[in-house]
């Protein structure tokens, strides 16, 4: 059983503060500070460009792979890091599209992340072939896969939207999607370091996702990108970048697909930022998955109650059942914004989306009882007060 206790002082919080936010910022680990500090003065301070084979700098992205692998129920082998979500997330996409050549549906749902929507936009566009996206309601999406059938070619979903905090039902659409043909991409943005996840389990044929929320990488982590070992030696990526090639320093004028996950790869590591995420997943290998959930539930429970009881113009916008949400909890408020600027102002950090959403994460290795308890306090009263209604709590910053 994991000591929740223990993992909450591996976290730099500040004094005074709440944190729930982890959903889209995860603290930073304590040694994490070292990490990094070693990577810069004896790595690239003193190894220099050695530092890529000394220090096993272009091996890390498969390392760190296979540690996000455990957390998602992915085989050794068939997770690597490196680039950004947007770019796994086209990286999937252009490659399950190849190998159902002739159907021409992208289905998604019109809760899905923005960024994922725009990204298959901007290859449909690109590939000029008659692909188009579809975009039904979260709950209309098992019967939509049946009524598309045999033109459909791929399902991209995010597990856990990202404003409510629903959840899909991996397991089922995957095996709807399959059974008509289609491929499967999970974006486990919100899923991963959240619950347990299964994709190997669950026969996930892609799954992509950020490393600087629940896995606490740091600001610009790097992503990963899963591929089931019955397509990893079949996909053609779209992005065909050097280091996904058979062999980067043979330096041939063609491209020439390297084995399995390893063509999934495209730029160079961010090493001082893989140095961060090394750190994090320290604390992450500590970690019982099915504790982590058991306690996630335990907290978001207590926090609905709790706000429920106490902030009547608050309207739960999450699932109330457990077993329907991720580790988030959301409510609606017609000045939703407004009202978190009054909480971050009095240390509780939660975050604001459009149009009426205030969301809050619950990560246990860091958020316990207490935590839960004072921002219950904390917004009860500004709701009672209207300290939310001040005119600089209105007033929009650039982020969220």
């Not at 085989?75 to 979500?85: E, K, S």
């Not at 939207?161 to 974006?187: C, E, F, Q, S």
């Not at 495209?266 to 982590?292: F, K, N, R, S, Y």
Request: with cysteine; hydrophobic share 45%; aromatic share 8%.
């Amino acid at each position: 059983m994991t000591d929740f206790s223990a993992t909450k002082r591996l976290f730099t919080l500040p004094d005074g503060v709440t944190y729930l936010d982890g959903n889209s910022l995860g603290p930073l680990p304590v040694a994490a500070r070292d990490r990094v500090v070693s990577c810069l003065r004896d790595e690239w301070g003193e190894l220099l460009i050695t530092g890529w084979n000394k220090a096993g700098w272009m091996a890390q992205p498969r390392a760190l792979g296979d540690r996000i692998g455990r957390l998602i129920g992915a085989a050794p082998g068939t997770t690597v890091v490196g680039d950004t979500l947007s770019i796994k997330v086209y990286q999937a996409l252009a490659s399950a599209l190849t190998l159902r050549p002739g159907r021409r549906v992208i289905l998604s749902d019109s809760g899905n992340f923005p960024t994922d929507l725009y990204m298959a936009e901007g290859l449909v566009r690109s590939l000029d072939q008659g692909h188009r996206i579809e975009t039904p309601a979260p709950e209309d999406v098992g019967d939509r896969i049946t009524s598309i059938g045999d033109d459909l070619a791929v399902l991209m979903l995010t597990e856990v939207d990202y404003r409510t905090g629903r959840r899909h039902d991996m397991a089922a659409l995957i095996k709807a999607a399959h059974k008509v043909g289609a491929l499967v991409i999970w974006d486990l943005a919100h899923s991963a370091g959240a619950f347990p996840v299964d994709v190997a389990g669950a026969d996930a044929d892609f799954a992509v996702g950020c490393t600087y929320k629940y896995l606490n990488g740091g600001p610009g982590a790097p992503a990963f990108i899963h591929v089931a070992p019955r397509l990893a030696d079949r996909v053609q990526p779209a992005l065909s970048g050097w280091l996904g090639h058979d062999a980067p320093f043979a330096f041939d004028p063609d491209y020439r697909p390297g084995p399995g996950i390893e063509r999934m790869r495209v730029g160079t590591p961010p090493v001082l930022q893989m140095a961060a995420l090394e750190a994090a997943l320290d604390i992450w290998d500590q970690v019982d998955m099915d504790a982590l959930r058991a306690q996630s539930v335990a907290l978001c429970e207590r926090f609905i109650e709790g706000v429920e009881a106490s902030c009547p113009d608050l309207t739960l916008a999450s699932p109330r059942e457990a077993a329907m949400r991720g580790s988030q909890v959301s409510f609606r408020f017609e000045h939703g914004y407004a009202a978190m600027q009054a909480l971050i102002a009095r240390s509780v950090i939660g975050d604001f989306r459009a149009p009426d959403i205030i969301r809050f994460g619950f990560t246990p290795l860091y958020i316990d009882n207490g935590d839960v308890d004072r921002a219950v306090a904390t917004l009860s009263d500004i709701m009672a007060t209207r300290q939310w209604d001040r005119p600089e709590y209105h007033t929009r910053a650039a982020v969220t």
